[in-house]
Each structure stands twice: as structure tokens, then as C-alpha cells.
């Protein structure tokens, strides 16, 4: 008798368009928390103070909350299991903000934290990633705290940690998944870069990762689905056009493999990933909204597993078969 489970099924790999965010926002914050995503601040069309919530149920935008200060775009985030932690950018005045908030989804409220260090310049090009129940945040420069220092919301405190080796220093694009910092892409000292790092906060230490095989770029865009990374769109100096293409990062292998490429074409925009799906939004004088949904490679379950009998047993001359194949719903 031999048992078999059945097909390997694979679909998918698509990106779908949802409902128009009411206004344009250039340069926001987004974050999944529950079931919902979350996008606000940045240059917007309307009042860039403004939070909206998106619900993937119904396909809908909502206008959610306000954050407190002044407007301000290019600022970070970092999004914890019960709060979320946003901060610096460019305010309206065209100076660095050193105000830091925290944001309780749930309730709807915000708190003033401790401001960032006040020779924290160039926050509005930096990249903030949570590992945990910490906060990391990537900044261009180096200085008395480093090219990357590590957020503690508890304590509301800040800690050097291991500086930044690569290439690239600005517009580059980061995302953390099983407990690692992933960083890359960009440009520093006037050279586009295809590296691509991991930070092992356990270690404190950096690694090199094998190079993002796509064009190289600057101000792309990236989320997560399950134990995968995905980056895309962006700029090359060579190129031109605004890119399209994007790939999908596996950290147990280390490999990139590239994924249907985005109808959706534009600059500083948002992303977030709620249920198994990413999504992309908004940006340069644009108001879509994008749904990503990965390949799924699955096997079905059945109640009845597939039997196939082999007799007599033992043959001699010849062998009969009989099986019987459950229907896949």
C-alpha cells in the first residue's frame, strides 16, 4: 500500500487595486496593528497630521486620528505589539524635528516621550525597524551615537549599537523579520549600491547578505509576508524610469527570486502588511492603494488521505492497481 497526501498547489504572485486613499501623502509613516494599516503624516494633499486607517475586510479608508506637533514628512517608526513609536522627519519650517510620540491604535491616543537626542540631524533620512521589544533606528551619519542606535520604550531611552559597514548611507530601505535587521540598497559617496546587510541585535553585530540582484536603487520600498522580505520600485540614476519590478527576500536561504512586477508606479510612497498581504500606497501626486498576495505553495488537506493498493503481493506476471483519489475542494 502507498500513501500519497496529494498535489503541491501553487497560485497567486498578483497585485490588485483597492480603494484611493482620500488624500495624498508623500513621505508618510505606515504600519499594520491588528488587522488593520495605518498611514499618515508626510507632504499631504489635505492635513498631513492626519492618520487613516485602512480595513481590508471592506476595502475601505477611514480618517482615524491626528498626531500632535507640527506636520512633518520623511519621519520614522517603530511598531510594537501594543504601541507604536513615531518620530523625527522635516516639519513644515524645514528644520529636523526632535519630537517622539507614542500611539496607541487601540485607544486612539497619544504621548509625548522624551525628545530624540538633539544632534540626532538627518533623522528624515533614516530607517526605523522593531526587533522584539526594541526600537532600531539607521541613520545616515555617525556620530556621539553611530549610524544605528537602539530605541527601549520602556525605559524611553537611547543606546549606540554596532555602526553601519556598508556602501550605503542614504535613501536606502530596511524592513526586520525572525529577529534580524535587514538593510540596503541606496547610495553613498556618489555610488548606487546593491548590498544588502543583516543586523543580529543578540550579536550586535553586522553581516553581509547576498547582493539584491534588481537594478540598483535609491527610495525603494519594501514589506513583509511570513518568513519573507519583499523590495521594490525606486530610482536608478541610469535607468531613469521610475521602477517597477519587485523581489522577494528569503532569509533561510539568503536568496532573492523576483515576483510579478506592480502596475503601480511612483515615488515616496507607503506600505504595510496586514494577513498574508502586502499592500502599496499613495506617493508622488498619487492616491492608489495596491494588494500584494504572495505565492502560496501548499499542499491540501484532505479527510481522507489517497490509498493505492498494489496485489498480489508478491506478483509475479503482472500487478494490479486500485486507488482512490479524494476530491480537492
Given at each position: 500500500m502507498i500513501l500519497l497526501s496529494g498535489p503541491t498547489v501553487t497560485a497567486q504572485n498578483k497585485w490588485e487595486r483597492k480603494a484611493d486613499l482620500p488624500e495624498v501623502h508623500v513621505n508618510a509613516v505606515s504600519f499594520s496593528f491588528g488587522d488593520y494599516g495605518y498611514l499618515g503624516t508626510g507632504i499631504s494633499s489635505g492635513n498631513g497630521n492626519l492618520v487613516y486607517r485602512y480595513d481590508p475586510q471592506n476595502d475601505k479608508w477611514e480618517r482615524y486620528s491626528v498626531m500632535p506637533g507640527p506636520p512633518r514628512d520623511e519621519a520614522f517608526c517603530f511598531p510594537f505589539k501594543d504601541r507604536i513609536i513615531i518620530g523625527g522627519g522635516l516639519n513644515t519650517l524645514g528644520a529636523n524635528d526632535n519630537e517622539?510620540?507614542?500611539?496607541?491604535?487601540v485607544e486612539n491616543t497619544w504621548n509625548r516621550r522624551n525628545?530624540?537626542?538633539?544632534h540626532f540631524h538627518n533623522r528624515y533620512l533614516a530607517i526605523g525597524f522593531s526587533i522584539n521589544d526594541k526600537g532600531y533606528l539607521k541613520r545616515p551619519e555617525i556620530d556621539d551615537y553611530g549610524s544605528l542606535v537602539e530605541y527601549d520604550p520602556i525605559t524611553d531611552e537611547w543606546t549606540r549599537r554596532a555602526d553601519f559597514p556598508g556602501?550605503?548611507?542614504f535613501q536606502q530601505v530596511g524592513f526586520s523579520l525572525l529577529g534580524k535587521g535587514y538593510v540596503g540598497l541606496g547610495f553613498g559617496d556618489r555610488q548606487l549600491t546593491s548590498e544588502w546587510w543583516e543586523y543580529d541585535p543578540a550579536l550586535n553585530r553586522w553581516e553581509r547578505k547576498a547582493?539584491?540582484?534588481?537594478y540598483?536603487?535609491?527610495d525603494a520600498v519594501s514589506f513583509t509576508i511570513g518568513r519573507r522580505g519583499y523590495v521594490g520600485s525606486g530610482l536608478n540614476w541610469d535607468y531613469g524610469p521610475i521602477l517597477n519590478d519587485f523581489w522577494e527576500y528569503s532569509p533561510d536561504t539568503d536568496s532573492w527570486s523576483r515576483i510579478a512586477d506592480c502596475p503601480f508606479q511612483?515615488?515616496?510612497?507607503s506600505t504595510f502588511s496586514i494577513n498574508g498581504k502586502g499592500y502599496y500606497a499613495t506617493g508622488l501626486g498619487e492616491y492608489e492603494t495596491w494588494e500584494y498576495t504572495p505565492r502560496i505553495n501548499s499542499v491540501p488537506t484532505v479527510e481522507n488521505p489517497t490509498l493505492i493498493h498494489l496485489y498480489p503481493?508478491?506478483?509475479?506476471d503482472h500487478v494490479y492497481v486500485?486507488?482512490?483519489w479524494p476530491k480537492l475542494d
Open positions: 517622539l510620540w507614542e500611539f496607541d491604535p525628545d530624540l537626542p538633539f556602501i550605503g548611507v547582493n539584491f540582484p534588481g540598483q536603487r535609491y511612483t515615488l515616496y510612497s503481493n508478491p506478483a509475479h486500485k486507488s482512490s
